[in-house]
């Protein structure tokens, strides 16, 4: 094998882990997708537009977190998914349960709720009044396609020398 062979060789397998670190999907492919993958598809789009130390955590005992990860501006990030059909809404106790862990427990700067489906007008009342980002299917789409914010570019950023 020549040299620039090895180049080549070592650009594809770079070019493949990039691929299977940042799943290329589109928005109408989140309905297909189980919660586990749902979970994926979020981490890659944290990852791709600019966040560090992207992880998925969700699971039993994961107290609400599916999604933690560090904002482009060096924020904690904490994100709750919810792969919701259109038939089910998050509701008010679903973001009551993850507003009790994001801040006390995983220590977030920002917290967002991402889900497939809607959000309960109770719901987005008691995430408005905790700081908690809500992202319904419409912005979750808007986020993949790239013509919306992320849930940490919605969030307000820190004050200076205001509270974190």
Known sequence: MTAQEGVH??????????ETELPCFEADDYMAMDADAFEQA????????????????????????D????????????IQCKRYGPVNKVGSQDVQR?????FAV??????AVVTTGEFT???????????IQ????????????????????AAPAPVPGGPA
């Not at 999604?67 to 904490?78: K, M, N, Q, S």
């Open 134 to 153: 809500c992202f319904d299917h419409e912005a979750l789409v808007a986020w993949t396609e790239g013509t919306g914010p992320a849930p940490w570019e």
């Open 42 to 65: 979020v981490a890659a789009l944290c990852a791709r537009d600019g966040c560090l130390d992207v992880e998925v955590v969700g699971g039993a005992g994961d107290l609400g977190a």
């Open 9 to 18: 060789e070592s650009e594809l397998t770079a070019e493949a882990e990039v």
């Open 67 to 78: 999604v933690t990860a560090t904002t482009p501006d060096g924020r904690h990030l904490v």
């Open 106 to 111: 995983h220590d977030a700067s920002v917290a």
């Open 121 to 131: 007008q109770p719901a987005t009342e008691y995430a408005e009044q905790c700081g």
């Open 98 to 102: 993850f507003g009790g862990t994001c």
